[in-house]
């Protein structure tokens, strides 16, 4: 199994930017289409994005559209979320997973290889 590590997450005014990464310390993202959720406290983990095997395709949940960009480099064998305008309603901790057949991209449910994701905190 691939083991994904998040990374760059942090403590962000409103309308900041930051920029995450997952990586895989084993295994390979190489073929898999790979998605970003994100998960506030009391509530369910909920589709952020995703990029295909290829990284030419990219979806984006509606309330995030225009911040923020999903992109990867198969030969770092890494992904990246670069979140721009953020707003105190994107705080929460963010996930990076492999999906399983490259479909239902916002369902949890068919990704597997979950980080341990990192904390995104944006203040007023």
């Known amino acids: 199994q691939v083991h994904l590590v998040e990374s760059g997450g942090g403590l962000v005014h409103t309308g900041g930017s930051l920029r995450l990464s997952c990586a895989a310390s084993?295994?390979?993202?190489?073929?898999?289409?790979m998605g970003w959720f994100r998960q506030a406290p009391g509530k369910e983990r909920e589709f952020v994005g995703a990029?295909?095997?290829?990284?030419?395709?990219?979806w984006y949940e509606d309330s995030v559209k225009g911040r923020f960009t999903i992109s990867r480099d198969n030969a770092k064998n890494s992904v990246y979320l670069q979140m721009n305008l953020l707003k105190f309603e994107d705080t929460a901790v963010y996930y990076c997973?492999?999906?399983?057949?490259?479909?239902?991209?916002?369902?949890?449910?068919?990704?597997?290889?979950w980080g341990q994701g990192t904390q995104v905190t944006v203040s007023s």
């Open positions: 997973g492999l999906n399983l057949i490259g479909m239902n991209l916002q369902d949890p449910n068919w990704y597997d290889s």
């Open positions: 990029i295909s095997q290829s990284g030419t395709s990219t």
């Open positions: 084993a295994g390979t993202l190489t073929g898999r289409a």
